[in-house]
C-alpha cells in the first residue's frame, strides 16, 4: 500500500490570493513527495462551497474521506506497535 498525505489548506483569504498557509502546506507536502509519498490538498473553503462553513450536518466529502483515513492510520499504526513494541532509546 502506497504511502499518502493529504494537506488541508484552511486559509480564509480569497481564493485567487496565495496565503502563508498555502506556502507552509506546499512546502512540507514537496519535502515528503522526495520519499515517494503521493500527496493531495483541499482548500477548505472551497470544500464548504466557499462560503462561511456555520453549523453543518455533515463535514464536505473530501474532509470526511481524510478524516476517516486518519483514524484507519493511527488504528494501524496502534496494532503494529502492539505486536512490534518500539524499545525506545538505546542506553549507550
Same mark, same amino acid.
Given at each position: 500500500?502506497?504511502?499518502?498525505?493529504?494537506?488541508?489548506?484552511?486559509?480564509?483569504?480569497?481564493?485567487?490570493?496565495?496565503?502563508?498557509?498555502?506556502?507552509?502546506?506546499?512546502?512540507? /507536502?514537496?519535502?515528503?513527495? @522526495?520519499?515517494?509519498? %503521493? $500527496?493531495?490538498?483541499? &482548500?477548505?473553503?472551497? #470544500?464548504?462551497?466557499?462560503?462561511?462553513?456555520?453549523? /453543518?450536518?455533515?463535514?464536505? @466529502?473530501?474532509?470526511? %474521506? $481524510?478524516?476517516?483515513? &486518519?483514524?484507519?492510520? #493511527?488504528?494501524?499504526?496502534?496494532?503494529?506497535?502492539? /505486536?512490534?513494541?518500539?524499545?525506545?532509546?538505546?542506553?549507550?
Amino acid at each position: 500500500m502506497p504511502l499518502t498525505a493529504f494537506g488541508l489548506d484552511r486559509t480564509l483569504k480569497p481564493a485567487a490570493t496565495r496565503s502563508s498557509t498555502r506556502r507552509r502546506l506546499d512546502h512540507g /507536502l514537496t519535502a515528503i513527495v @522526495a520519499h515517494g509519498v %503521493d $500527496t493531495s490538498t483541499a &482548500r477548505v473553503t472551497e #470544500a464548504m462551497g466557499g462560503g462561511d462553513s456555520g453549523d /453543518l450536518d455533515q463535514p464536505p @466529502a473530501k474532509v470526511a %474521506d $481524510t478524516i476517516g483515513m &486518519r483514524a484507519r492510520n #493511527a488504528v494501524r499504526l496502534a496494532r503494529l506497535l502492539q /505486536l512490534h513494541p518500539d524499545p525506545g532509546p538505546r542506553k549507550g
